[in-house]
């Protein structure tokens, strides 16, 4: 519990001021509202006896109106718009600030949830999926938390502010009748309590209907070809109905306990305006009470149901949120895999960087050194011991069967994740050395899925940076072979694409993410198996102006085509982790090994168009 | 799916429907209810004018019994409010009931009649539309509705009841006073107005900024990898924070402007009440205004400001309700593009042979052809091979034989019958679908394998399951047939998976066979299996099957190679492989090494 007042403390602590308007404000609010009642009680005495009312302050009301010409009536009347008009003001302005701050803790939650897993590594989104990730961010922070975080704890703090005042108010009046009108209070709680247990229930069982009639109509439609293929529309029809029907008894269940509930709340403050009249009356019968008194007392019952409903709704609703709470921390408990400066870490070489290095521009020359990688808790060793040397703008091509561990070892280079054991070296410096800013602005990289972004083709291919003039544009647009297309768009680079914009080939795609690695004028190039859905002759219109620029920069290529193969300088074959064999092609194709079988194949699929 | 499903894009259909055609539409299903609807409606109305009726009597017991020092009276009123309270709250519980019965009675009737239009609806319009979006509209958009109409009615009838009852009280005690009062109701139903006019179009934006900032937490999250390939963290968490921003400031906005509208009506609350004692004092020496009736006028007050709380309530509500009626109505008036012909011929099982003639088709409706001029013919009890590389038009074939599509040239005809004279349901009888994986639906086993199909009883699941060797496994489950599928049949292998597929197929006693093979290798073991399974469903039975196997090439009549929607070769294997031509060349690269086999054949 107060693990989960501490997560919230973290939030509040930059609003000092709108928690001070609340703390101090609502107060003042419901004294405000509270005294209204009172008023309209003097007014029902002055009805009935024709004079003012023997309280001090009704007295020292009428004194005041009367100073102004005005009548007892009037005095009272016009307080009432007044401190009416006061108490609506007072709670539009903290109701406003509160639901401000319900939306700025939201958004506050929402975007620190997000930001920490910009550092986080792919352990992190293998645990968690992207959609639960999504739900988490969004149902969980919005409709659970954020409401609850303000709203929630503010009201219940109205809520006992309210029964409080109330209280001392019916105690100033009458204390007897005020334990009277608290009776029917316990009554409440207990029907709450029982109502919370049936109902949840009742939900539960209703969630798990709709979840089945979901699933049925999914199942379906999924499966419409089989469905169709073997004519099992009728079978299909009798499982909907089935569904369906299930669902509704579970619904109607469900709306009769609810309205069993919600008839029971709304009696017992019918019902407790009944004992009040009767307790009330016998007063007034004896003469111990006016009926100013009890109606003011008729009017004050109500004002001590109503909180409980807020008390209850924080009970539920602090139950979701703590689960809430859970669910976000959660996500912190997994560690990023990659940390800045990380020299000093497991694995580092001790020492870091000087700032003046960080400025002197990068060769490119790459060494493996006996590099070794395994997920965080898995034995099976993805990378086993892989070394090798690549001389500062060489051409390195991969190949090897899926799962040899290709993808896994060039994404070591720009340190999306660190070797478990040996070290990779830039220039003679561990990666580890480096700024990753600076590290990652030297690499350019273009995954086998494009991973483009709802945004201009411009702002995808720049991804917001800053340092991409026009000129680089261009040039990368014109390597990339899009020179022409863009131009075909509707707003050229402008062009929105993705979720609500136009939707691209996915050659295009392919093109956009190569244009993406090439403007940053990257030293060093990696691709992955990035042509793939390209006609053969813009993939080798491609290629042609890739060799071209190439020798700039130091290029790793997982690729099976057999002429990139043919041109690289060194040709690296994987297995398992290990490298199987390793030369340049026309050797290794003559040594007739494990390449050569590999580069059959690709010749045959070329051919075939696979 | 329990993720809101959010559009902001609308198909042409739904932007030309009305809202009052679409709710027309739906009006029939409430007319087969209407005696239970009166029968609602006159409950309410007794509901209303009884919860009016005690603060009357309070009155009275204030004014009279107290007045009088009678207790005894007292406490006779204050009994008879209690039995009137209760008879009101008993009364509106069986209202409530049988209004949410009638409500789910014609939700039941329209998400019937939904699933069944929808299940009629050809494959290509499950090609366009999401299952996502199809649950939406049949789950959610029918649940607004639903909403609307229970609370809807309440709303219309019951607080305009309520509140008419009210003043019509306030009117028989003092109508100076009541004239006055009702002074409010006009001023409120223009804030009404006002305010639904400023805030509707900001209540579907809030939900619009929702559906981004949802859309773009998504798109970086599925990419995290590559923002920090590129070390773009910065630019990632700058496009979040702006969806954020974009939805905080809608929100904020509606939020405001519902609590100052909330708050200015309930200011009207203390206004009324100001009026109440200001003028009650004036004219009560003119009207004899008792104590008791200014505390009947206040409770009276009171109360007609429960509706308000339910209209806001129910903008949102009515709003999400519309733009449902519309999108279910569009889907209702969706045609079928492959009907049904108006004099089928009857056809009851292959007698000849099957032939494609000069069919050509395209998915897309335009010159993007899956098939270019397809002709060949399979003689009944043939059994065939489709080879080629992925996406080269095989699969085609099948769902074409099926007429889960027609083509746009040429025809498909079995003996000689166009297949599109024949009803559809009669022509895929005679066929057995099997996938690369089999498709499982919720429920137990035995009834995956018969499809809960008539005449596919339990002797012939067994039988069925026992020819391709499934029992063996079936047997092994702790409930056997009766075990329930989880979802996406996770519970069973891959290599399970494909002899329950044969069993289903084999259980629906097919005429043909239509095969996709799986391309994913099981152990050798498994495989055996399946391999002799295959055998025994393929004897003596006509089969078209979309080989990745050495053993099915090596055991049909004929092979068919296809290349980009093109039929380039034909004949057996070994005619093939000595024509040395792409065939050969597929053949090294594809089935050489399969399955573990290493073929010496060619």
Partial sequence: ?610 | MSAEFFEDEKTAAERDIPSRKAFSGLLPLLKEHKYDLVFCLVLLATGTILSVYWPILLKDAVDIDIKSHDFHGLLMTASLIIIIQVGTIVMQYFQRIKLETIGQAVMVTLKRKLFDHVLSLDVSFFDRNPVGRLLARIESDTESLRMLFTNTVVLVVGDLLLVAGIYAVMFYYSWHLASLLIIVVPIIAALVVIFERKTTRRFLNVRKKMAEVTATLTEFLQSMSIVQIFHRGSYARRRVDLANKAKFDEDVYVNVAVIIFFNLVFFFESVMFAVVIYFGDKWRHAELLTSGTIIMFIILIWRSYDPIWRVSEQLSTIQKAIAGAKRIFALLSEPQCLPDPEQPVAWGGLKEAIRFENVWFSYTGDNNWALKDATFEITKGKRMALVGVTGGGKTTIISLLLRLYDPQRGRITVDGIDIRKIRKADLRRQFALVLQDIFLFPGDVGSNISLDAEGVDETRIKTAAKTVDADRFIGKLEDGYATEVSEKGSNFSRGERQLLSFARALASNPDILLLDEATSSVDPETERTIQASLKKLMSGRTSIIVAHRLSTILDVDQIMVIRRGEIIERGSHTELILANGYYSKLFHLQFKHRNGVTANAG
């Avoid at chain 1, 016009?78 to 903290?94: D, E, K, P, Q, R």
């Avoid at chain 1, 401000?100 to 992190?124: C, S, V």
């Avoid at chain 1, 979720?499 to 990257?522: E, F, N």
Wanted: charged letters at 25%.
């Fill in chain 1, 1 to 610: 519990m107060l693990d989960k007042i501490k997560w919230f403390y973290r939030y509040y602590r930059r609003y000092r001021y709108v928690l001070a308007v609340l703390l101090i404000l609502t107060p003042v609010q419901v004294a405000f509202q509270v005294s209204i009642p009172r008023l309209i009680g003097w007014s029902i005495d002055y009805f009935d006896k024709d004079t003012v009312p023997d309280d001090v302050v009704a007295v020292w009301l009428a004194d005041i109106g009367a100073s102004f010409g005005l009548g007892v009536a009037a005095t009272l009347a016009l307080t009432v718009v007044l401190f009416g008009g006061v108490s609506c003001l007072l709670y539009a302005f903290v109701q406003s600030h509160r639901a401000w701050m319900n939306l700025r803790l939201e958004w506050l939650f929402r975007q620190d949830a997000f930001d920490r897993t910009t550092d986080k590594g792919p352990n992190f989104f293998n645990k968690f999926r992207t959609g639960d990730l999504v739900t988490r961010m969004t149902d969980d922070v919005a409709e659970k938390l954020s409401w609850f975080a303000c709203s929630g704890i503010f009201r219940l703090y109205e809520a006992l502010l309210l029964v409080t005042f109330t209280l001392i108010m019916m105690a100033t009046i009458d204390t007897r009748l005020m334990l009277w009108s608290v009776g029917p209070l316990p009554v409440l709680i207990v029907i709450f309590f029982i109502s919370a247990t049936v109902l949840d229930k009742r939900y539960e069982h209703l969630q798990k209907r709709i979840s089945h009639f979901n699933d049925v109509m999914e199942a379906c439609f999924s499966g419409i070809r089989v469905v169709k293929a073997y004519v099992r529309e009728k079978a299909q029809k009798a499982s909907f109905d089935e569904a369906v029907y299930d669902r509704r008894d579970a619904e109607i269940a469900t709306v009769k306990a609810q309205t069993v509930v919600e008839s029971m709340y709304f009696y017992i403050w019918q019902l407790g305006i009944v004992i009040v009249l009767v307790a009330g009356g016998y007063m007034a019968i004896n003469a111990d009470l006016s009926t100013g008194k009890l109606g003011a007392f008729v009017y004050y019952t109500v004002y001590l149901i109503f909180p409980m409903f807020d008390i209850g709704q924080f009970l539920v609703k602090s139950r979701q949120s703590a689960i809430s709470i859970n669910r976000l921390v959660e996500l912190e408990e997994v560690h990023p895999m990659v940390v800045e400066g990380d020299s000093e870490g497991p694995n580092g070489s001790g020492g870091s960087g000087s700032p003046e290095d960080s400025n002197s521009p990068v060769q490119g020359g790459l060494v493996f050194d006996r590099v070794e990688f395994n997920f965080p808790g898995s034995p099976r060793k993805i990378i086993d011991t892989i070394s090798f040397e690549i001389a500062p703008g060489q051409t390195i091509a991969l190949v090897g069967r899926v799962g040899s561990g290709k993808t896994w070892l060039v994404n070591m280079v720009p340190r999306l994740v660190d070797p478990t054991g040996g070290t990779i070296k830039l220039d003679g410096r561990d990666l580890k050395e480096f700024q990753l800013e600076d590290l990652r602005r030297n690499i350019g990289y273009v995954p086998q899925e494009p991973a483009l972004f709802s945004d201009t083709v411009r702002n995808n291919i720049t991804f917001g940076r800053k340092e991409v003039d026009q000129a680089l544009l261009d040039w990368a647009i014109e390597v990339a072979q899009l020179k022409d297309e863009i131009a075909t768009f509707p707003d050229g680079l402008e062009t929105a694409i993705g979720t609500r914009g136009m939707s691209i080939s996915g050659g295009q795609k392919q093109r956009l993410a190569l244009a993406r690695a090439l403007v940053g004028k990257p030293r060093i190039l990696i691709l992955d198996d990035c042509t793939s859905a390209l006609d053969s002759s813009t993939e080798t219109a491609l290629w042609d102006r890739l060799h071209e620029v190439m020798p700039g920069m130091t290029a790793l290529l997982i690729t099976h085509r057999p002429d990139t193969l043919q041109k690289a300088d060194q040709v690296i074959v994987l297995g398992e982790g290990k490298i199987v064999e390793q030369g340049k092609h026309d050797q290794l194709v003559k040594s007739d090994g494990e390449y050569a079988r590999i580069y059959r194949r690709y010749q045959l699929a070329e051919e075939i168009g696979a």
